[in-house]
């Protein structure tokens, strides 16, 4: 059995120093060690207001390299993780850039915010290296902003609306409604409430009050009373991260009833708001109560190792090593631009969901399966993970995958 790897920087800084002092006596033994794995780099914000999601991001990637190197590794050679904070999108493109050029990773996995992930794709698009984004939910990562070499197992932000739009709309929460809404100020919230309004508003509702909301903050307040002043009927969340955990815990605590809803949603910040707190509809790329035997299966190997359920943040990273594992076993290369050819010719892959995924050549996007969720009461919560019941997957399951996915609309202009 192969040992499993877990690198971080500090111990492929040991490993340089200690190749150093073998300079004459050793090199060619270090040089074949080397040679005999497969690095992947992995990138994804463990510090900031999106800390908790990438912490569950490491936990996937982590265990998707233990199983596979414990099953043997890729082609022969085990693989070798080398994980690193992002940050920012500066010290991403930074990080990116010395991932591919220094430690020589076959590719990377990872980020979840969409001005990283942008940062990313372009050093990933300039070097030709091959980079799954796993969080960063942007439609123009998917539009203007697409490479050739930047693809997304992460749902875009009009999948994320669409999800849980079509159960708004079936319980009479859009038309004729009036809402108000909360949106993280950067990037990935500026576009997410761009498709949640045009969604909204061309469903008959109307916006009566719309609030920018830095991504650092953590009082929410200000933004509280206002609604409690504008009295809407529906109060939707474009925010982000640990936001969302500060502001479902505020609203409840507030006592305020107007009925919540959120067109981007990550379980482990409704995990972080505590017992009670969570409430309304919103919409998931995955959940733990997806009824799949790999998913299950899933479920069981995380909580084993981690002691606590995966969530969807960890999906993503889990499942994209799975597909480049796969994936470098059927090309039987580990060279990015065959990976990058392969996944755009429509190739097929288990995520853990009823219905395989692929990721589509027009925008490297991941046509899949979404869900929508309910939040439970208090009172009928099994223990502190058990904080929502699933609605169904979107589409159907005679529909086809593609009416989920982003309008081909022209803004991508993949080169051929």
Not at 65 to 75: K, P, Q
Not at 302 to 320: A, L, V
């Amino acid at each position: 059995m192969v040992r499993p790897f877990d690198f971080t920087r500090r111990t492929l800084l040991k490993g340089a120093a200690s190749a150093t002092t073998l300079v004459g006596i050793g090199m060619p033994a270090i040089v074949k060690a080397q040679a005999d794995v497969i690095r992947i780099g992995h990138l994804t914000p463990v510090t900031g207001f999106l800390g908790p999601l990438g912490e569950f991001a490491q936990m996937g990637v982590r265990l998707a390299a233990e199983e596979i190197n414990a099953a043997g590794g890729v082609l022969g050679r085990p693989v070798e993780l080398v994980i690193e904070d992002s940050v920012n999108p500066q010290t991403a493109s930074a990080k990116a850039e010395r991932l591919i050029e220094r430690d020589k990773v076959a590719m990377i996995i990872g980020e979840i915010s969409s001005a990283s992930a942008l940062a990313i794709g372009q050093v990933a698009n300039r070097t030709k290296t091959v980079f799954i984004n796993t969080g960063a939910n942007s439609d123009a990562l998917r539009g203007a902003s697409c490479n050739p070499f930047t693809f997304h197992i992460e749902a875009a932000n009009s999948m994320m609306v669409l999800a849980v739009g079509n159960y708004l709309k079936s319980e009479n929460m859009i038309k004729g409604k009036k809402w108000y809404s909360l949106t993280a100020d950067y990037a990935f919230g500026h576009d997410l409430f761009r498709v949640a309004k045009k969604f909204v508003t061309e469903n008959g509702g109307e916006f009566v009050g719309e609030e920018l909301v830095p991504t650092d903050a953590t009082d929410f307040s200000p933004y509280l009373l206002k609604i409690r002043q504008a009295r809407p009927d529906i109060v939707a969340s474009n925010l982000a991260g640990n936001q969302i955990t500060n502001f479902i815990k505020q609203y409840a605590e507030y006592g305020l009833q107007f009925p919540i809803t959120g067109f981007g949603f990550d379980t482990a910040v409704a995990w972080g708001a505590g017992k009670g707190n969570f409430s309304g509809i919103w919409p998931l790329v995955w959940h733990h109560l997806v009824d799949s035997p790999s998913s299950k299966n899933y479920v069981s190997a995380f909580t084993k190792k981690y002691g606590k359920p995966p969530e969807n943040q960890s999906w993503g990273d889990y499942n994209s090593l799975k597909i480049v594992a796969q994936s470098f076993a059927e090309l039987k290369s580990t060279d990015p631009q065959k990976l990058a050819e392969h996944l755009r010719k429509g190739a097929k892959f288990d995520i853990l969901k009823s219905r395989e995924g692929y990721f589509r050549a027009y925008d490297n996007q991941m046509v899949q399966e979404m869900y929508a969720v309910r939040a439970k009461d208090a009172n009928k919560m099994k223990d502190q993970w058990d904080i929502y019941d699933p609605l169904g997957s979107v589409p159907g399951s005679s529909d086809s995958l593609e009416v989920l996915a982003p309008p081909q609309d022209g803004a991508c202009k993949m080169p051929a």
